[in-house]
């Protein structure tokens, strides 16, 4: 796949099919995540692969009770080591900490996908019971990644774009054309807005 298609095509897995996955594809996972961007080329992260079913059970009732990481034919537990950003950057340790995972977690995920696999991300768990069960001392926990072949996907679709973008100050959605002769674009942009507002109507009047 190219990269278009590894992004656009990436989604959260919401079932699991049984079939174990290789160290081989977990290694690949990881080595993408390790190639990441972090501050100062700190390299922070740190991960615990886990596959052993008692652990990912003991995970479940930390997570509010997410069955996905019991199904989950391996999860791995990203950690921030943030010892050395905070001898670099002090007070923002901790959020340089959380962006550097981020950017690791998110190569993880599309590397996944780009090796056939799914993966979801967790970030909602008890974190001293989380550092309890995996007998971590005092790197922060970040994330936990379920990975495994997807049976079932999140089919959410997107919102357009346009809804999202500013142009030099928050609110304003006027571009200038001189420095973006985009204008040959609006009309496809226009009618991407329309279908996608017919589309929630359409569906809010089903459900009613």
């Given at each position: 796949m190219n990269i278009d298609e590894i992004i656009k095509g990436r989604r959260t897995v919401k079932k699991f099919f049984s079939r174990s996955v290789?160290?081989?594809k977990i290694l690949k996972i990881l080595d993408a995540a390790d190639h990441a961007p972090?501050?100062?080329n700190s390299q922070n992260w740190r991960f615990i692969i886990i596959t052993d079913k008692k652990t990912k059970k003991s995970l479940v009732s930390i997570c509010d009770n997410q069955k996905l990481i019991e199904e989950s034919p391996v999860v791995i537990a990203v950690f921030s080591d943030n010892l050395k950003l905070k001898t670099l950057f002090g007070d923002k340790a901790d959020f340089?900490?959380?962006q550097n995972?981020?950017?690791?977690i998110q190569?993880?995920?599309?590397k996944a996908h780009d090796l056939g696999l799914g993966s979801t991300w967790i970030g909602k768990f008890n974190e001293e019971k989380l550092k309890e069960i995996?007998?971590?001392e005092f790197q922060d926990p970040q994330a936990l990644v379920?990975?495994?072949y997807p049976e079932r996907t999140n089919k959410l679709e997107r919102e357009p774009l346009n809804y999202k973008i500013f142009y030099e100050k928050w609110g304003n959605k006027i571009r200038d054309t001189n420095l973006w002769p985009v204008s040959k674009y609006i009309p496809k942009v226009s009618n991407q807005v329309k279908e996608f507002i017919d589309r929630r109507i359409k569906r809010e009047s089903?459900?009613?």
């Open positions: 290789t160290f081989e972090s501050t100062g340089y900490g959380i995972c981020a950017a690791a190569n993880m995920l599309l995996l007998n971590v379920c990975i495994g089903n459900s009613k």
